[in-house]
């Protein structure tokens, strides 16, 4: 049997279509209906739920409450919102305890994919406590001087969408925060949105204005004082394999799509990192003695110590929150791109590329065992004659970016 969904929707009518609806999915999903948040939490006590899916309008105790609620009890569950008032601020507000929000009304297809989309990758996360950890994360933390320059930019009369872009586009907590905002508030598009231009575009100044200076959709960097990596360094790695993505995206036939698909996923991914040394980092710490006495990859330090690795965190993560399925790939195997198995470019094999030649030029990369470039993958994808000229585009880029000694993750 599929995942246990549980829907909640007061109003009979709505709930007898929302039944009639998913009548398709009960061969793949095991649904239960139920018109009040009381009797959802009794559900819940009572037998385990994948999934739950709120209307936002229930009386007594509401459906943001009982998301609440359910994220207290348990927190392993993913939690989608939905509501036929798809304003920004009732989105926003939805999002503080839901993963994701689906206006109505929605296709048995939208569901579907939205619960495939947010349940993908969440099987390698074996430990319970760490997948409860991540789906309680509302906001990451941003770097603190992007994040004052966009309050004091959107606070001033001359905020525009350009310096928005401009200030967000260098910061991975932002951009994985904004791809979450809309992706949901423009639910109906037939494709994920996986620019932040596009994004800022589709929602309008005004909108990103109230997100940040009103609703705080994004994070100062309190409580990630004690990580034990220089979060500076990560940020600066994250920047430069995106930018180096993004141009050996450009050598490609791609489209701008493909192309700022292959920055973003470049820019995010290493957000697993971010997660981890923030949230756990005494154990982060662990990690990095690792690396430094035992000469192991990242990925397999990690797992020691979290039974699980920062692409599995960072892919959880983004599927959690509806990012689309190209970058929680790209985020989800940039290690190894053969587990993946694909054929063709696409944004994974480009940041691949990007993140092992930042490695390889890496002067600090003193610890641990740098990513090689895994050729048999590239081969398999009819990818591998394309090399040389990639590895002179990432080259420009990383010049162009004229950043110093970036982290190697
Ligand atoms: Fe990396
Ligand atoms: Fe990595």
Redesign the pocket.
Known sequence: MGKRVLCVMEDPSELSSLQTMLASLSGELELSFVAKAEEALAVLDQSPVDVILSGIHLTGMGGLELLAEVKRRAPHVTRIASSGCAHRVTIVSALEVAHQFIPTPFTAEVLKATIARASALGTRLTDESLRSLIAGIRTLPSLPHLYQELVSAMGSATASADIANRIISQDMAMVSKLLQVVNSAFFGLRRTISSPAHAIALLGIDSVKSLVLSVQVFAQFEGAKRSPLPLEALWKHGLITGTSARDIAKSQDVGSIGVEGAFMAGLL??IG?LVLATNFPDEYGDVLTGLRDHRLS?CDAERSVFKAS??DVGAYLLGLWGVSDAIVEAVAF??HPGERGQEGFSSLAAVHVA?SLEEASDPLATSGIP?PIDHEYLTACGLAGHLPVWHKAAGHSIVGESVAAPAK?
């Open positions: 991914h290493d990192l990242v920062h692409e940039h290690h993140n990513t993750a």
